[in-house]
């Protein structure tokens, strides 16, 4: 049994639907009404495209690296 782990970036659009991608997984996203559906919706997407890579003689992508960017913005004079 191989365990594999993939980054998911999950967001809310404009009509309060969570959007969940892999960004390693070039065009693996689904959506969900709650972040707990979405969640389960990728889990789902996920499988299915390693499934069909596997399928495919296709290799299963690797993150290397995952790294969090913190940006503090500044006020500038007009919104202090």
């Known amino acids: ?6 980054t998911v970036v999950v ?4 009509d309060g639907l969570y959007v969940a991608t892999c960004p390693i997984i070039q065009g693996c996203y689904t959506q969900g009404a709650t972040y707990k559906e979405a969640m389960r919706n990728i ?5 299915l495209h390693m499934d069909a890579r596997k399928e495919l003689g296709e290799p299963i992508p690797i993150e290397t690296a995952v790294e969090e960017v913190e940006l503090i913005e500044q006020a500038t004079p007009s919104q202090a």
């Open 1 to 6: 049994m191989t365990k594999y782990k993939f």
């Open 11 to 14: 967001e809310t659009d404009e």
């Open 43 to 47: 889990k789902d997407a996920i499988k």
